[in-house]
Each structure stands twice: as C-alpha cells, then as structure tokens.
C-alpha cells in the first residue's frame, strides 16, 4: 500500500465536494431566475459521484486494493427534471395570460441542507488528510 493513499482519496473527495458546493450555490443563485438563454426557468443541477473504477469486479477491486489509488470522481452534472413551480403573480414580465409564472424547481431548504452535507464532507477529508499526515510524521520520529 502506498503511505499516501489516504491522502490521494481524501484529496479527490475535496475536489468532488468543492465541486458539489460550487452547484449548490449556483442553484442558490439562480432561486429566483425565470428565464435563461434558452427561454425557460433556471433548472436545479446535481453532481453525481462514483468510486473511481467503478465498473470493475469486485475481484479486480479486491487484488488491487493494496497498490491502485481508489478515491471519488465526478461522472457529471445533471439537471433535476422535477417540474418548475408555478406561482400565481400577475404583474411578472414573464407572466402568462393567467398571470401564472414559471419559478425554478429550487428548494432552498433543500440546497442549504445539502450545502450542510457537503461542508461537513469536505471537513471530514481534511480532517482525514490531517490525520494521515500525523501518522506519516509519527513513524518518522519512530526512526529517528
């Protein structure tokens, strides 16, 4: 096993969770946008994880366990196809002839519990690469 993998791992799960709090605040951004380039209300996005080598048989993972990296990696973001809210405000620009408009499928509350989620994943992979660190200086002391 190589002495820094846990740093390796740890490190790609910051860069996922940075990405992840990057979208969410997007999706905070974007709670009150009613038209985009395309005509129609901000659609809510999502990252999506997978385990690096995701894929392979569990025998592969099991013989390669001990010397291949293995960590998290993004494979996309994708837009929430729940459908938009529709919000009765007559006086909106983008209002139909029933003074409905069309709101953007992003729940607050939603987005901060998932912004909780990400922010206390990406202190655990801190914490994680601290204490990978301190063991990596302990057994350097031990040779002293």
Not at 19 to 32: C, F, G, P, Q, T
Not at 62 to 82: A, C, H, P, R, Y
Not at 123 to 135: G, H, Q
């Amino acid at each position: 096993m190589r002495m820094f993998n846990a740093i390796d791992v740890s490190a790609s799960g910051l860069t996922a969770e940075r990405l992840r709090m990057d979208v969410i605040s997007k999706n905070i951004a974007n709670a009150n946008t009613t038209r985009t380039v395309n005509g129609t209300p901000y659609r809510r996005q999502v990252v999506n994880f997978e385990t690096q080598g995701e894929g392979r048989s569990f025998q592969n993972h099991l013989n390669d366990q001990m010397e291949k990296f293995s960590g998290v990696e993004v494979t996309g973001i994708k837009e929430d196809q729940s459908p938009f809210k529709n919000e009765y405000e007559p006086g909106h620009p983008d209002a139909n002839e029933e003074g409905y408009v069309l709101k953007p499928n992003v729940d607050i509350v939603t987005e901060m519990a998932n912004m909780i989620s990400a922010t206390r994943a990406y202190e655990a992979n801190v914490t994680s690469i601290d204490a990978a660190k301190n063991m990596a200086q302990r057994a350097l002391e031990i040779g002293r």
